[in-house]
C-alpha cells in the first residue's frame, strides 16, 4: 500500500468506525442521541464532532473524528525529532462518562500520522490504545475488559499484549497521586514499518483494536446500568472524575497535541466530564468499598489472574 492510499484508506476507517460506535452506543443507552457537528480546521483539514449528552446511561460522551493537517509547530517538531514542516493527522477519539457511578469511564484512540519535508514522506506511524477507569473496581469485569483486549491483540504477535498493557500502566499514571487513572489497558504510539510489521500489517492492528471498542463497552453498560447506588456513592465517582481531570490537563499527550497545534477546543476537551470533586483531603476507611477500589490503583496489575 503507497502512502497516499494510506492516508486516504485510513480516513475512511476511521470515519466509518465514528459512525458504527455512535450507533452501538445509541442502542445500548436506549435514549440518547448523538449530535454531530462538521468543523473546519483554520490550518487545514477538519472533522466530525459527534456528542451526546443527557442520555439514560450516558451523562456526557464525545466521538471525535479529525483529519488535519498543516505547517507542524517548531515546538512539536523538536520534542518529536522530526525536521519536517508539514503534518498530517487522522483518527477517531473517544470519550464515556455515565451517569452512574458503577457503569465505568472508558476512552479510545486510534490515529495515523504521517509528517513531509517538501512534498516528500518523512515519517508514518499509527497510535491508540483503550482504558477503561471505574469508579468501583470490579474484578471479575477487570478481568473481561482486558482479556478482551488479549484476544484483540494476540493474532498480530503473543507480545503485543503485555508490552502494551505496561505502556498503557505506564502512560495513565497521575504522578502527583501516586496512582493509576483507572485499570489501565492498553497504550501504543509511533508503530512504523518495523520489527517484521509493515505499515498494513499496523493498520489492520488499529482496526481491530476500533472495532473491539463497542462489543466491549456497551457489555460493560449492560451489566451496570441497572444497579441501585447511593448518594455516597455518586460523591466517591465525582472524585473519581476530578482524577481523570487531572490526567487529561497535566499529562495527556493528545490534549497538548491539540492545544498546540491550534486545534478545536471544544473538540479537545470532549474528554472532561459535565460535573466532577475536589473535596479537601477526602478519608476513607480501610473496609470501604472505597478504598479497596483506591488500593487497586497499581502499575503492574494482572487483571487476568
Known amino acids: 500500500m503507497n502512502n497516499q492510499n494510506l492516508k486516504n484508506e485510513t480516513q475512511i476507517f476511521f470515519r466509518g468506525l465514528q459512525?458504527?460506535?455512535?450507533?452501538?452506543l445509541e442502542k445500548e443507552d436506549g435514549k440518547g442521541?448523538?449530535?454531530?457537528?462538521?468543523?473546519?480546521?483554520?490550518?487545514?483539514?477538519?472533522?466530525?464532532?459527534?456528542?451526546?449528552?443527557?442520555?439514560?446511561?450516558?451523562?456526557?460522551?464525545?466521538?471525535?473524528?479529525?483529519?488535519?493537517?498543516?505547517?507542524?509547530?517548531d515546538k512539536i517538531a523538536k520534542?518529536?525529532?522530526l525536521n519536517s514542516n508539514h503534518f498530517f493527522a487522522t483518527g477517531v477519539s473517544i470519550v464515556l462518562h455515565p451517569h452512574h457511578p458503577w457503569v465505568p469511564i472508558i476512552h479510545m484512540n486510534v490515529r495515523y500520522f504521517e509528517t513531509s519535508v517538501d512534498g516528500k514522506t518523512e515519517e508514518q506511524w499509527f497510535g491508540g490504545g483503550i482504558d477503561l477507569t471505574p469508579h468501583y473496581i470490579i474484578p471479575e469485569q477487570a478481568k473481561f475488559f482486558h482479556q478482551q483486549?488479549?484476544?484483540?491483540?494476540?493474532?498480530?504477535?503473543?507480545?503485543?499484549?503485555?508490552?502494551?498493557?505496561?505502556?498503557?500502566?505506564?502512560y495513565f499514571f497521575i504522578q502527583h497521586r501516586n496512582e493509576t487513572r483507572g485499570i489501565g489497558?492498553?497504550?501504543?504510539?509511533?508503530?512504523?514499518?518495523?520489527?517484521?510489521?509493515?505499515?498494513?500489517?499496523?493498520?489492520e492492528f488499529v482496526k481491530a483494536v476500533?472495532?473491539?471498542?463497542?462489543?466491549?463497552?456497551?457489555?460493560?453498560?449492560?451489566?451496570?446500568?441497572?444497579?441501585?447506588?447511593?448518594p455516597e456513592e455518586k460523591n466517591w465517582q465525582l472524585i473519581r472524575r476530578g482524577r481523570y481531570v487531572e490526567f487529561n490537563l497535566v499529562y495527556d499527550k493528545g490534549t497538548k497535541f491539540g492545544l498546540d497545534t491550534n486545534g478545536r477546543i471544544e473538540s479537545i476537551l470532549m474528554s472532561l466530564p459535565k460535573m466532577a470533586s475536589w473535596p479537601y483531603d477526602p478519608q476513607f476507611s480501610e473496609d470501604s468499598k472505597e478504598k479497596k477500589t483506591q488500593n487497586l490503583l497499581k502499575k503492574d496489575m494482572d487483571w487476568l489472574l
Open 210 to 230: 476500533g472495532n473491539v471498542f463497542a462489543p466491549t463497552y456497551t457489555k460493560l453498560m449492560a451489566l451496570n446500568k441497572d444497579k441501585q447506588f447511593t
Open 185 to 203: 489497558g492498553i497504550f501504543f504510539d509511533r508503530l512504523k514499518n518495523s520489527d517484521g510489521f509493515s505499515m498494513s500489517d499496523r493498520f
Open 149 to 170: 483486549l488479549k484476544n484483540t491483540c494476540d493474532p498480530f504477535g503473543d507480545k503485543l499484549y503485555p508490552e502494551f498493557k505496561k505502556w498503557a500502566d505506564d
Open 19 to 24: 459512525e458504527r460506535i455512535c450507533v452501538a
Open 33 to 73: 442521541v448523538f449530535v454531530k457537528q462538521e468543523w473546519q480546521r483554520d490550518g487545514g483539514g477538519g472533522g466530525r464532532t459527534m456528542v451526546l449528552q443527557e442520555g439514560a446511561v450516558i451523562e456526557k460522551g464525545g466521538v471525535n473524528f479529525s483529519a488535519v493537517e498543516g505547517e507542524l509547530p
Open 79 to 81: 520534542a518529536l525529532g
